[in-house]
Every structure is written in C-alpha cells, then in structure tokens.
C-alpha cells in the first residue's frame, strides 16, 4: 500500500512538471506588452498608428508582416537595409539591429504588430523561436 501511493504521488508529480511545459504560450498578454515595447523602440519611425512615413514602412495593414517568423526575427536582431516592398511601394530606408531586446520582447512586438491595425496574421511567435535565432 505504501510503495502504491509513493509510485501514484510520483507519477502525479512527473505528470504536473511534464505539462508544465506544454502550456499555451498566452497571446493576448503577449499583444498587451508588445504594445508597451512597440511605443517605446517602434514607434519612433513606425508612427503611432503603425502607418509608418513618407521614408519608414508601415506595419500597420502591411502584407511584408505575412513573411515567415524567422524573416521577421531576424530583421529586429540584424536590423535591415537596402531596398523592401511593402503593400506595393518601395522603402529603402536603414533599419538598425535591435539585439539589446530580450527574446521576450522581440515575440511580445512582432505578437503586438501582426495582430494590431488591421493586421491578423496566424500563429504565435514565441521567446523560444527568438532565443533559437540569435
């Protein structure tokens, strides 16, 4: 009876941990500090509203936030230059690299910006995903 409950009590245990890491990643409270992050390294260039400049793209309703989530990682960890096209219209301005943002805050603005202004791109970016390509 003994050895019965210890073998249940570790099972209970090992079942608690194991699905600990398989919890949904919490999008809107993802949006919620991107939202936070957007406003204070963003949106400088990229505009309140998320339609960006005359010189700066815009994120808002864009279709070059539809490109994969490594891409888009990547443009904030290396930064981008050189010639993009965003809804039609080209941009040739320098975005510099962003890598002083932790993981977290590079998911939580990508999370903020593909699901703000009119934008509703599928899938979630996690830290994880970040943490892989830096």
Request: aromatic share 10%; charged share 20%.
């Amino acid at each position: 009876m003994f050895k019965t409950g210890i073998l249940s009590v570790m099972v209970l245990a090992i079942f608690i941990l194991a699905s600990s890491f398989f919890q949904k990643y919490d999008l809107p409270k993802s949006i919620e500090r991107g939202k936070e992050v957007y406003t204070s390294y963003c949106m400088n260039c990229h505009m309140e509203d998320g339609k960006g400049t005359e010189v700066f793209p815009p994120v808002a309703k864009t279709d070059y936030l539809k490109k994969p989530a490594k891409t888009l990682i990547n443009i904030i960890l290396q930064g981008q230059s050189g010639e993009i096209v965003v809804n039609k219209k080209t941009y040739d301005a320098l975005m510099p690299a962003q890598p002083y943002l932790d993981d977290a805050q590079i998911a939580d603005v990508l999370n903020y910006i593909r699901n703000s202004w009119g934008n509703k791109i599928a899938g979630t970016i996690t830290p994880e995903q970040v943490k892989a390509l830096r």
